[in-house]
């Protein structure tokens, strides 16, 4: 089936810096992808869409100049948290939409620990 | 009331019970997953269900489209089962339960 590759699986870095979460649809193009983000023991909720070729949707409450979102290709999103701050230590996880549309094929996840 | 709903939160049996995870949910879908999230965060997807049933080794998975209602069973339970398992459905975006703690006691 279509596998989706989210690197890395965990990331610790300083307050201030930032940091880049890679996703990859490995075997088929993906014109949308999705961001997530869990805090402990909550759902995971929608942070963007990220669409190929666009600029990204951002879920109201979710800063577009922290978050920035790219998506320059059909099978590469990526995620970079900029001034990262201990707020933003979440698990983050991407998903794609597949050829039919109803499909979504889910990334690992990222753990992000900011010191 | 979250459109999708799980229960139960958190679950303890021993090991070799049947386990059974609902989820119900309140808006139309395309389809519905099911993921399992291990200690560490890491996202398994287990399976993804339109109609019917599905069985993948001691998972099985059911959804019943009028009812607006999920199962997932896990036979012969084991240890290694123990996670958060997660119910996902596809409306006009992904919305997440918020997950079912399951701990199997050897």
Redesign the interface.
């Known amino acids: 089936g279509a596998v989706v590759s989210q690197h890395p699986?965990?990331v610790i870095c300083k307050s201030g810096t930032s940091v880049k979460i890679e996703c990859r649809s490995l075997d088929f193009q993906a014109t949308t992808m999705?961001w997530?983000r869990?805090f402990p023991k909550?759902?995971?909720?929608?942070m963007a869409?990220s669409n190929e070729g666009s600029k990204a949707t951002y879920e109201q409450g979710v800063e577009k100049d922290k978050f920035l979102i790219n998506h320059a290709s059909l099978t590469l999103s990526t995620l970079t948290v900029t001034s990262a701050h201990p707020e933003d230590s979440s698990?983050y996880?991407c998903?794609a939409d597949g050829a039919v549309?109803?499909?979504?094929?889910?990334?690992?996840?990222t753990?992000l620990t900011v010191v | 009331k979250n459109e999708v709903e799980q229960s139960p939160q958190n679950l303890t049996a021993q090991e070799g019970e049947f386990i059974t995870i609902n989820c119900s949910y309140s808006v139309g879908i395309s389809a519905l997953h099911w993921l399992q999230q291990h200690p560490g965060g890491g996202i398994v997807s287990l399976f993804m269900l339109s109609s019917g049933k599905k069985k993948h080794g001691r998972l099985i998975a059911t959804i019943n489209i009028q009812e607006k209602h999920s199962s997932l069973h896990i036979t012969a339970s084991h240890p290694r089962d123990s996670a958060v398992y997660i119910c996902a459905v596809n409306a006009d975006k992904i919305i997440f339960g918020k997950g079912t703690r399951l701990h199997i006691l050897p």
């Open positions: 699986s965990w999705f997530y869990q909550q759902s995971l909720m929608l869409t698990f996880i998903s549309g109803t499909e979504a094929f889910f990334g690992q996840g753990r």
